[in-house]
């Protein structure tokens, strides 16, 4: 048996009104009221689809040894780099063993349904009838748009994974069917930063209506089922009664339609597809039959069957505590800003060359991306950075520290203050003393917080964020920050 193992989801915070949207270009198009409803979700300055993708899969891997994850899949089209493998800076941020394989998987809105099945035969050939490691697919987008654009109300951003096995199955994977096509919906051209769309009616009438209903007939031929049998469809389209039409057109009954998300989350883009199959999962039965669709230059359709270990599964946030976590944003210029979409005055103190030490960042990997400190195995002493010298005044132990990952360990604040003098994208900028339960301090960044939510004392977690922008090279820095726990 293969299939899913684990499910994990992660949404920013930040939730922009669509009505504020709506009204800040009323002016240039007065049809955008008609989308004014609901929020989508919008990344932080200090967040895009790699860390969104990390988010994702901390909360998948939630009660997973680590060390027994044998292969990683990121897909996006909106990786933030072009030439330097995504997946590996993935692998790095949660700690996985070096001899894992990493994958970038992109080019399509397909590329999540096209990594997850990659994902499926790379375990079905590790296998070879005996257990091998989970394989962790993640995948996540953060697609930027034109002003006063219908993609602009439309899209969102969010992160969604899934791990992949043999044992302990959520999800039997039942069996898939896939229509290569190149039907050109829209496409981002070399060197262009939004994508240019063509004509929504023919779009629905020759690609969504003609081409994932040939690819759920063939999923029903090659599986023996019919669309009564169904008793999930993911069609991740936001496009209003096009899932229904699908749905339809297929012998799907209408119930059986999944949410799009489309009130309060937005179209995540090659995410999309693997957020509704989470939050299906959420919500199903052991025996459900749950048919994902991934449409992009073609169509990919999965069948998956829940089964008695659904229930089982560890806790974890899930789509439905991504959803839950929410803050309201207002300020329609904020999320211009954040998305380099519009030009504003950053003072003198952001006049500095922000180049990065390529040597540097290598030799501190591990403490950079993965924030791997230090535990003296005299005294049990932990602390943040590692050290050659422990800092326990009572042991002093000289080249003593074993690794040991801080991001996923307990903290709370010890001081923090709000600076408005120093340079910050988003001010005033948060940054202080934090402690982690089990031992160590670290000054650090905040993020994803305003006055009235931070205070001495109060539980924080560590966030995979961007730390700073090479602007003139094209380089982003990650590193971690702390954010209030809500």
């Excluded at 050109?184 to 020759?206: A, P, Q, S, T």
């Excluded at 063939?218 to 993911?234: A, C, N, Q, Y």
């Excluded at 439905?320 to 329609?332: D, K, P």
């Amino acid at each position: 048996m293969i299939g899913l193992t684990g499910f994990g989801a992660y949404i920013p915070r930040l939730r922009l009104q669509r009505k504020v949207m709506a009204e800040a270009n009323a002016w240039m198009n007065p049809a955008l009221m008609g989308l004014a409803k609901g929020e989508r979700a919008m990344c932080n300055w200090d967040e895009d689809s790699l860390t969104l993708a990390v988010e994702a899969a901390r909360d998948c891997l939630t009660g997973v040894d680590r060390d027994q994850v044998e292969h990683v899949v990121y897909a996006s089209t909106t990786m933030p780099f072009e030439d330097r493998q995504n997946s590996g800076v993935i692998s790095l941020a949660l700690n996985l063993r070096r001899n894992v394989s990493a994958m970038d998987v992109t080019s399509s809105q397909r590329a999540g349904t096209t990594a997850l099945l990659s994902a499926l035969d790379y375990a079905k050939s590790r296998s070879n009838g005996k257990a091998c490691g989970p394989v962790l697919c993640t995948s996540a987008d953060n697609r930027k748009t034109l002003a006063a654009s219908p993609q602009e109300m439309m899209f969102g951003c969010a992160g969604a994974a899934v791990t992949v096995g043999v044992e302990n199955i959520i999800a039997e994977f039942k069996g898939s069917y896939t229509v290569t096509d190149d039907f050109v919906d829209h496409f981002r051209g070399e060197g262009k930063n939004v994508d240019y769309n063509w004509e929504e009616r023919w779009i629905k009438e020759e690609g969504y209506n003609k081409i994932i209903p040939a690819a759920l007939a063939g999923l029903f031929e090659e599986t023996g089922i019919s669309g009564g049998d169904v008793d999930h469809l993911i069609v991740p389209l936001v496009t209003r009664k096009v899932p229904e039409t699908i749905a339809k057109i297929s012998g799907v009954e209408a119930e059986k339609v999944r949410d799009t998300l489309s009130a309060n989350v937005g179209d995540t883009g090659v995410a999309h597809p693997l957020l509704m199959l989470v939050a299906a999962l959420e919500d199903a039965k052991p025996g459900d039959k749950i048919v994902v669709c991934g449409f992009g230059q073609g169509c990919d359709a999965l069948l998956f069957e829940a089964t008695d270990l659904l229930s089982s599964l560890t806790a974890r946030d899930g789509v439905s505590g991504a959803v839950a976590r929410r803050m309201e944003e207002t300020n329609y210029m904020k999320y211009l800003t954040f998305n380099g979409l519009l030009d504003v005055e950053k003072g003198i103190r952001a006049e500095k060359d922000r180049r990065t030490p390529l040597s540097s960042l290598y030799r501190h990997r591990d403490m950079i991306l993965g924030m791997v400190g230090g535990q003296c195995r005299k005294c049990g002493t932990a602390q943040f950075p590692k050290a050659r010298i422990c800092v326990n005044p009572n042991c002093h132990e000289v080249d003593s520290q074993d690794d040991l990952p801080f991001a996923d360990r307990s903290c709370k604040i010890v001081s923090w203050a709000a600076d408005r003098l120093a340079y910050s994208i988003d001010p005033p900028a948060y940054y202080g003393m934090i402690e982690f339960d089990e031992g160590g301090r670290v000054n650090t960044d905040f993020t994803d917080c305003i006055g009235e939510n931070v205070e001495v004392g109060q539980s924080i977690k560590m966030m995979f964020r961007v730390r700073d922008v090479d602007e003139e090279r094209g380089f982003k820095k990650y590193f971690w920050k702390a954010t209030p726990v809500t």
